[in-house]
C-alpha cells in the first residue's frame, strides 16, 4: 500500500487521477489540495465522489502534504509545478509532475513557454515518463515528467520508425484532433459549450508548445535530429485525441513489414494495441481507458498512421497512474482497467 | 427602409439580431454598439459576417446612435437596460429591449431581480412583446418590453386556456428545458463544453425569475389569478427550448375541443403552429426559425402541452424582430423566413 | 470465482456488461454469444476489447453455453428471453434477465407489450432485481428480472414515500429524459446522429411500458395502488437519464423531514446518494457508475425530486453485476468501482 | 419567377433544397418526388415545413413533374441520377444534379463508382457546377453537375495555387473532417447517434471516391496532372466540413504574396472569402450560410490553409441554388441570404 497525495485535485486531470487513485487496490489518497477559496471535503466539490472520496482537499501546506505521502502527483500549470516539486523531493518524497515544467532542456523550455526554468538542478535527473521508452528508468526515479498528451499519442506512433524518418530525412506531417477537456477546467469564452459545440477549430497550427516536446523525444530516441509538423484542433466531444499523421512511402518500409515492426515492438506493451493492415482505429475504441491504439495505413504512396487515446488518461493521468506502478512493483495495469 | 442600432451586439442575441436585420428587406443597420475593448468593425470580431455586416462596433454613445437611427433594440442583460432606454425614447427613438426590465410591474421586478426600479416613468407604458397577445397595443408603443425565452414557450402554449385553468384552480407543472446560449456568451465553469456536453442539469426549481412572468401574463389575460410551477433545465444543445407541460385532465375540455381551440386561437398567426392531436413537436422543427410549435396530448388523464422554440428566435431576437415589423407596419415575416 | 455467460453480447448492454464482468475480480467470461453474421473473437467486433476480452463470440447454442458457465446473463430483446430462459433453468444455471420479460404479471405483461406471455411457469418465481427492495430474495433466486432504466431511477426516488403517496392518493408526475444508448444499437433513421444532435423529443407520453413496472413495484412495495404519470424524453447524450419527479407538498412531510426519511432508508446502501436539502443531482455526476443520486426540494409548495443514473450501468449492466454480486456472496461493489 | 422541381426531396440535401427555395423570391416549388411509401404533404412529413412547404410529395413520375416546372434539381444517389437526368433534359427542362453522376469523365467515374455509365451522351456536355471557376459555362448550361462537399472545400482553397503545385510537383495532403449529414439520411449503426456522438473515426484513407474528382478539376484548371492525398474523418457534428490543407513552403510564394493572389482571385466572388494572414477560420464561421472560408498561414516551412464550408449548403444544395441563380440571371445570392 502506497500513500499518495495529488496537488491540483481540482482540475480535470486533478480529478481523473483521483478516481484512478480511488480505484487502485495498492494506493491511498492521503491528501489532496488545490487552490480553494473554502477548504471543503472532495466529495462536496464533486459530488460524483459521494461514499468515493471524502477526505478534504486544502489548500496547499507541503509540509503538511509531505508528512503523509510517500508519493506526490502535481496536476498544477506550468511554471508552478517547478516552485513546488523541489520541496518535495528534498523532503525525500518522489514526484510524478502532469506539467510541462521537466519534459525538455531548460533552453527549449524557455523558448516555448517564455518563462526562466526555476528548477534546473532537478530537471537534469528528472525521467519523461513514457513507460513504452523509459520503464527501467522510470522506475528508479525521484522525478518523473509525464508526457502530454498530444506527445503521447505522437510519440508512440512514430517510435518504431524514428530512426528510418530521422534517415530519409522526413518531417510527419501530423493533424492531431482534441477533445475539450485538454485544455483545463477554466472559465474562459473559447471554451464555453455555445463555442465548441457543433464546431471545429484549428489553432496554434505549426507552432502548438507540445511539438518541441516530440522533437526531443524522438531525436534522442533515433539518435539525431528529428523533425515534425504539428497542427492541432479542438473537437466538440469531452475526452480523446486522433492525430493522423503524413509520412511519403519511399524511406519507410512497405506496410505488411511496418505493421510487424509496431507489432514486435508494442506486443508486451500492456496499453498499446497495433490494428491488423489497413484497420484504423476511432475515438471510441479508447475513451476511457489507458490504451494507445495505432493503426496504419499505406495507400497513394502514402503512409498513414492513426493514433488514438483518451487525453485525461493515457494523455495525463493515466498515465501517471501508470508510472506510480512501475515505480512502486505494482502490476502495470492496477487501478486502470 | 428603417433604420436600426443593435446596442450589445456582442452577446447571442445580439449576434443574432444582427443576422436578422442584415436580412430583412426594410432594414438597415446604422449602429452597432457593446461593450468592447477595442471598438473594430462588426465582421472583424465575428469573422462570420464578413462580406455581410462590416460596419463598426462602438463603444455606446447615446447620442451618436440616436442620431443614425430610427429604432433601437437593447441587449443588455437587465438592469442596465434600464439606464439607457429612457434616454433613447426621450430622443424620440423607438426601442425594443430584450432585457427584463420593462416586462414586469416593479414590485415584483425588484423582488425577483433584487434590484430597485429606476424608471417607472415608462415602465408603465411599455408593452409586452408578444405579438400573439398584444399586436394592436405594440403597433402604437415607443418601448417593447420583448419577452423572456422561457415565457415565450410557456405562455403560448397556455395561452388558449388560461382562463379554464384560473378557473378550475390548475397550476400547471411546466418542465422547461433550453440549450446553452439561453444563459449568454460568458467565461464561466459551469458553461463550459466539459461541464454542458454529455450532461443535464436542474437549476433554480421552482425559483427561476422567469416564472413571475409567466405568472403574471397569464393572470392578465385570463383576468385573474395564474400560478405556475416552473423547473428549467440545462440541455447539451447550442439553441432551442422545449417545455413539457402537465395539467390535470379534469377542469379542462376534452382533447379534439383542446386541439379545436388552439387552431381557433392560432390559425391565422404567422409564427404558432398546432399539431394534429397526440403529435408532440420535437426541438429541430424549430431551430433556426421563428416558429413555436405547439402539440397537445391527453393520455391517463393528464393533458400535456410540449411547446418548443428556439430560444435566440422566437425567444429574443426573432420575436424581436416580429416587434419591429408590427411597429413598422411590414410584413410580420420580414427578415424571418 | 463463478463462470459467467453473456447472451446478446453485441448490444449497448451486452457490452456494458463485458466490460464490468471483465473487470470483476470474482467472474471469468466463458462465453459470449449473439446473432451474428460470423462468429469472430469479441475484440475484433469490438476492437476496445483488444487485449482484454479476446473469446469468440457464437451464435448461441444453449447446451454448450450451459456447459461452461455457473451463470448466464440475458442482454435480449423483449420476448426472446422467455424463449431462452427456461432453457438455462432447467440446467441448473441462474440467470438474470435484463429484458421485460419477467419483470410483470404476466397480464400486465400481455396488456403493455402485445404478446402472450411464454413462461409463466419461471415467471411466477423471478425476483424483481432491485437490490435496495429485494436484497433478500434476490441472494436465493434462481431467476432475476433485471428493473427497466426509467423505472430503476423513479423507483429508487419514490420507494421511501410509496406509502406516503398511496394514502395522500398523490399519483406523482415523472417528467424523465433518456441518452440514446437507451434504446439499443439499432439500424435506425429515428436514432440516426443527425435527427438526435441538437434535438430533445417527446415520445410515448404517459403511454411508455414501462410505467406500469414503476406502477407495479410501487404498489407492491406500498401495500396498495400507486399511479404514476411517465412521459420520457430522448436527450443528445450518449449515457444517463434524469428523472424530474413533481408532487404536491401537502400529504408529504416538510423538506427536512423526508431528506432524514431518504437518507435513513439509503444510508447504508452502497449505490445511492442522497443530496444535502435543496441541492439536485446532473447526469455528469452519475455516468460512467453504478450510482443513482437523488436530491430533493421544496419549493412553491411542490415536492421535486431529481433522480439520475446511469442508463446502462445502474439501469442495466451494472445493476445485473450488482445482483450476481449479491447471489454469489461478493462484495456488492466488485467489479463496479 | 421560376417553377422547379426537386426529386429525392426526403434526404438532408433534399430538404435543405426545399428551404432554400421556399426563401428564395424568384422561385417557385411546384414539385416535390422521393421514394415514398405513401404520399402526403411535405409539411406532414417533415413537420418544420408546416405553414411553409405543403405541396404533396409523391413518387416521381417524370412526365408529371416535367409538365409543371422549368428546372429540376436532382437529389437522388449517384447510379440513380443518370437513369433520369436525360429524359427531362429531353423534355427541354434544365437539371441541376447533385449526384457524382455528371462529374468524371466516364472512365474515372466508372473506376471508382464501381458501374457502368449509362448516359454518355450527355455527360460530355454537363458543366461542373463550380461558380468559382464555371460561371460562364453554368450560364448556358442544360445540365450542371453541382461539385462534391469534400471536393468544393478543398478545390476552392487550391484553385489560385493549382498552377504552382503542378508546377513544383507537390501533392497537397488534405486532412478532412465532416459533420454526419454528409453521408446522408439513412438507417445504419455506423450513422447512429450512440456510434458518432463523443467520437472522431478515420474512412476511406487517401481512396475516397471524392479524391479523383479533386484531381480532375485541378488539373483540368492547372493545365496539368495534379495530386492530392485526401483522408476524410467523420465528426460529431450535423453540419460543417474542415478541410486543414499541408504543402511544402518551397515552390510556392511567400505567405503575404499567397494572401495577396487569394484576395485578386476571390474578391468579387459572393460566397468566398480569404482571412487575414495567419488568421484560420472554424466551422461555425459558416454553418447555415452558403459561404467558403479560406485561411492560410506558413509556419515551419508549410503553407497550411484550413478551408471551411456547410456541407448541405456550399457543399450541396447552396451551391445548387446558386447555380440556378446563374442560369437564371438572378442576383446570384438570392435566397442564399
Known amino acids: 500500500m502506497i500513500k499518495v497525495a495529488v496537488v491540483g485535485a481540482t482540475g480535470y486531470t486533478g480529478e481523473e487521477l483521483v478516481d484512478c487513485l480511488h480505484k487502485h487496490p495498492?494506493?491511498?489518497?492521503?491528501?489532496?489540495?488545490?487552490?480553494?477559496?473554502?477548504?471543503?471535503?472532495?466529495?462536496?466539490?464533486?459530488?460524483?465522489?459521494?461514499?468515493?472520496?471524502?477526505?478534504?482537499?486544502?489548500?496547499?501546506?507541503?509540509?503538511?502534504?509531505?508528512?503523509?505521502?510517500?508519493?506526490?502527483?502535481?496536476?498544477?500549470?506550468?511554471?508552478?509545478?517547478m516552485k513546488f516539486a523541489p520541496k518535495f523531493i528534498e523532503k525525500g518524497k518522489k514526484v510524478i509532475d502532469l506539467s510541462a515544467d521537466y519534459r525538455l532542456?531548460?533552453?527549449?523550455?524557455?523558448?516555448?513557454?517564455?518563462?526562466?526554468?526555476?528548477?534546473?538542478?532537478?530537471?537534469?535527473?528528472?525521467?519523461?515518463?513514457?513507460?513504452?521508452?523509459?520503464?527501467?528508468?522510470?522506475?528508479?526515479?525521484?522525478?518523473?515528467a509525464n508526457p502530454g498528451c498530444y506527445p503521447t499519442s505522437v510519440i508512440l506512433a512514430l517510435l518504431p520508425v524514428a530512426g528510418m524518418i530521422r534517415e530519409a530525412g522526413i518531417a510527419p506531417i501530423v493533424d492531431s484532433k482534441s477533445g475539450a477537456t485538454g485544455a483545463g477546467?477554466?472559465?474562459?469564452?473559447?471554451?464555453?459549450?455555445?463555442?465548441?459545440?457543433?464546431?471545429?477549430?484549428?489553432?496554434?497550427?505549426?507552432?502548438?508548445?507540445?511539438?518541441?516536446?516530440?522533437?526531443?523525444?524522438?531525436?534522442?530516441?533515433?539518435?539525431g535530429d528529428v523533425k515534425v509538423n504539428f497542427v492541432p484542433h479542438l473537437l466538440p466531444i469531452r475526452r480523446g485525441i486522433m492525430s493522423t499523421i503524413?509520412?511519403?512511402?519511399?524511406?519507410?518500409?512497405?506496410?505488411?513489414?511496418?505493421?510487424?515492426?509496431?507489432?514486435?515492438?508494442?506486443?508486451?506493451?500492456?496499453?498499446?494495441?497495433?490494428r491488423p493492415e489497413g484497420e484504423l482505429p476511432q475515438i471510441l475504441d479508447v475513451a476511457g481507458t489507458n490504451f494507445c491504439d495505432i493503426g496504419i495505413k499505406v495507400a497513394g504512396g502514402m503512409v498513414i498512421i492513426v493514433s488514438v487515446i483518451d487525453n485525461l488518461l493515457k494523455g495525463a493521468s493515466g498515465q501517471a497512474v501508470q508510472n506510480m506502478n512501475i515505480m512502486s512493483g505494482f502490476n502495470e495495469k492496477a487501478g486502470l482497467l
Chains 1, 2, 3, 4 share one sequence.
Not at 512511402?249 to 498499446?272: M, T, W
Open 105 to 144: 532542456p531548460s533552453t527549449v523550455y524557455e523558448e516555448w513557454y517564455g518563462v526562466k526554468h526555476m528548477d534546473k538542478e532537478h530537471l537534469v535527473d528528472a525521467v519523461y515518463g513514457l513507460p513504452e521508452l523509459n520503464r527501467a528508468a522510470i522506475k528508479d526515479s525521484m522525478l518523473i
Open 26 to 81: 495498492e494506493a491511498e489518497i492521503t491528501s489532496l489540495s488545490a487552490l480553494v477559496d473554502k477548504e471543503a471535503p472532495f466529495s462536496e466539490m464533486f459530488p460524483r465522489f459521494r461514499k468515493k472520496v471524502d477526505i478534504t482537499c486544502e489548500n496547499l501546506d507541503v509540509d503538511k502534504v509531505a508528512n503523509v505521502c510517500d508519493m506526490v502527483f502535481l496536476a498544477l500549470p506550468h511554471t508552478v509545478s
Open 246 to 274: 503524413y509520412m511519403p512511402g519511399k524511406g519507410l518500409s512497405p506496410a505488411k513489414k511496418l505493421i510487424e515492426l509496431y507489432n514486435d515492438v508494442y506486443d508486451n506493451e500492456p496499453f498499446v494495441r497495433i
Open 185 to 223: 477546467r477554466k472559465a474562459s469564452i473559447p471554451l464555453a459549450f455555445g463555442e465548441v459545440d457543433e464546431n471545429l477549430k484549428c489553432y496554434k497550427a505549426n507552432e502548438h508548445q507540445h511539438m518541441p516536446e516530440m522533437e526531443h523525444v524522438l531525436s534522442l530516441a533515433s539518435g
